[in-house]
């Protein structure tokens, strides 16, 4: 079945430091990929998504690039701040199997001054 | 537009009494879906709505969950009786259903719902 797999967390950083979380995929067909985010205490929200191969999602300087040849979706920021402290999820969704969202395990980022 | 608005915020029940969860979606949205989050298990797909009928409730962890949607702006989750495992945060979610390829329907998700049962 189609599935997400992300790293496993918590991730902890220092302020200003180069983020990466893994998240790769298995899919039957060709899925739009999306990252949201959940602060604490809050429901989850859109980051960024990406709906066919090559294509990069890109929002409030976090990046993600649709790798179709190694199934992935890896989540990149090149300098994060406190405020990024949350949990990450990657999910799929296969076109024509309506709304529906697979989503990954999440992984908790932890940036400290 | 308000966003999903869900409520209550928190609720404290105790074992065996019946507990009921609402949504309203975005407006516009035809599509709804209930989630479920815990440490151990993460975040569960439990059933979702397209234009008011339920599609896969396959999540639904047993017949002690029930949920509905009498119309477009609202629905509930139920659970009854209610026990402690069931505690938990309930997220509901709304979407715009666009159905072309390519372009990705975007969840919305509330606030959630904190559930102790004790």
């Known amino acids: 079945g189609d599935s997400v797999t992300q790293m496993e967390g918590p991730v902890t950083l220092s302020e200003e430091a180069f983020l990466t979380i893994n998240c790769t995929y298995t899919?039957?067909?060709?899925?739009?990929l999306f990252w949201y985010v959940q602060y604490p205490g809050e429901g989850l929200q859109l980051l960024l998504k990406?709906?066919?191969?090559?294509d990069k999602g890109s929002n409030k300087g976090f990046e993600a690039t649709y790798r179709k040849e190694t199934t992935s979706f890896h989540l990149e920021k090149g300098s994060v701040q406190v405020s990024d402290s949350a949990v990450y999820f990657c999910a799929l969704q296969l076109t024509g199997g309506g709304n529906k969202l697979t989503f990954g395990t999440g992984t908790q980022l932890k940036v400290e001054l | 537009d308000a966003g999903v608005i869900q409520s209550p915020r928190h609720e404290v029940t105790e074992m065996g009494q019946e507990v009921t969860l609402r949504c309203k979606p975005i407006s516009g949205h035809n599509s709804l879906f209930w989630y479920r989050q815990t440490m151990m298990r993460g975040l569960e797909l439990l059933i979702y709505?397209?234009?008011?009928?339920?599609?896969?409730d396959s999540g639904m962890p047993e017949d002690r969950f029930s949920a509905k949607m009498p119309n477009a702006s609202f629905s509930t989750l139920k659970i009854q009786p209610s026990e402690p495992r069931d505690s938990a945060v309930y997220f509901c979610a709304s979407s715009l259903a666009v159905g072309l390829v390519g372009l990705a329907n975007i969840q919305y998700f509330g606030a959630g719902t904190r559930l102790s049962v004790l």
């Open positions: 709505f397209n234009n008011n009928v339920p599609i896969d």
């Open positions: 990406a709906t066919k191969a090559d």
């Open positions: 899919a039957t067909g060709y899925p739009s």
